[in-house]
């Protein structure tokens, strides 16, 4: 009988992974890289594939168990196994006993498949410029397909923008570790590759064929019927339970259960065969909360805030549902929750730009020569940057014992961008150390990583106040949302042309609308104030930009 001893493979660094799933049952037959055990580490869950074709024989594991690389875990009796092969000379002699065939002649015994050493590597996730976890939102390629060195084989999504993953190896994606909604970090396990350089063709044995004369002497309408095909569970067979009352969890799922205290048999898993992820979990937790833990009676949020009724759209004309994105709904979230924690406070003033603008436009030239344009956002940053220097009460932010504040020694100003998937942050850094020129080249590049969907974490973090923009869009003034942790955030309308009374007669002047809102718990009036009448009489004369 030929008897196949299935092993743990590579784990990619994993020293030891739980066995979460046995996929089949004892004596079922199972093919080639059809899952027999399912494990998972504290970062991902894997299949282990069947290298070949046969029915599983015994498991050498039980759900629960630990392993690690190289241990035993079923013992799989090939297609090929003279046991097989004999059952079915038996039925097929039985068939035709008035001219016995032999079992030479009955069945060809294929010859086993010629396995050939494959190096198998992990590709991982690269570093990402942060040590937050984002979200993998798409995978690009599908097992069994050809990768070369450079393919994308799945793409992240952090709270700003989407990464794609590069394949590191050519070869043939042989597993993937990750899926759709994991959050990876840098050195996570992605996908198991057979690397091509390495790899040999497999040359599988041909599927045994019953070699056997029908009998002549039969009449056609006595022939007994078909022989049924060889079932592989035996009916004494004692199979993995699927008891409904059983939970489909991985261990750090159960322990999130129970540190939230939720009782995993409520929860309804969206996971490959209704498995629990820990976003089930947390989505369980957020409904509990909104419907006050009484099962959806309560009409107010967690927040004691009453939710906005349902409305069916449809019933007055044709609407479209169109899905948010990534980052519009992380936003959502964030103003929201940067709203109702946040006291907020906005102060309203005019700064007069006649000669910055004069200015400005004077460098067009020089800027043609630089590659560089210059825009009146670079100066309204080089102004924020001094206007934070001369008032370091702006620069803070509230610890989270809400009994002191940081006081940060850097100066970061962040730029609010529209994107067509969102509105993103990205951040200058060091603002006030830089000259406009400087300036001016972060902006525009940090503008188009932005609307290209290519900012990386690193650029979307550190800020320590925002500047928020519509000068190009119009309006004359508008409350901004505080970014938090910051505590203040200057919001910039488009500028006018307004007579403007010198004591003797009025003049025109063209006059920046700024609204800075700021957050009560740590800025009062009087600080906004200062920051305000520093930042206009900067901006009213750049000469001040120097001192």
Known sequence: MAIEIITIPDLGGADSVEVIELCVSVGDSVEQEESLVVLESDKASMDVPSPFDGAVVKYLVAEGDTVKVGDAIAEVETAASEAIA???????????PAEPVPVEAAVEAPQAAAVSETSEQIALVPDIGSDDKVELIEISVSVGDQVEEGDTLVVLESDKATMDVPSTLTGTVKAFIAKEGDKLATGDQVALIEVTSSAQAVVEAPAPTAQVEPAKAADPASAPSPAPAVTAAPAATAAVSNDSSDVYAGPSVRLLARELGVDLGQVAGTGPRSRIQKDDVNNFVKTALKSGGNGGSASASGAGIPQVPAVDFSQFGEIETVKLSKIQK?????????????????????ADITELEVFRKSLKLEG????????????????????????????????????????????NIGMAVDTPRGLVVPVIKDADKKGIWEISADVIAMATLAREGKLKPSDMQGGCFTISSL?????????????SPEVGILGVSKSQMKPVWDGSDFQPKLMLPLALSYDHRVINGGDAGRFMTYLVKVLSDIRHMTL
């Open 330 to 350: 992380i936003t959502a979230d964030n103003m929201q929750r940067n709203w109702l924690n946040v006291p907020h406070v906005t102060q309203f003033d005019d």
């Open 471 to 483: 000068g190009a869009i119009g309006g004359n003034g508008f409350t901004p949302i505080v970014n």
């Open 86 to 96: 004999e059952q079915t000379v038996e039925e097929v002699v039985e068939e035709a």
């Open 368 to 411: 043609e020569k630089k590659g560089i344009k210059v825009t009146p956002v670079a100066f309204i940053i080089k102004a924020a940057a001094a206007a934070l220097a001369a008032n370091p009460e702006f620069n803070r932010s509230l610890a989270g014992d809400g009994e002191n504040y940081v006081q940060k020694h850097y100066i």
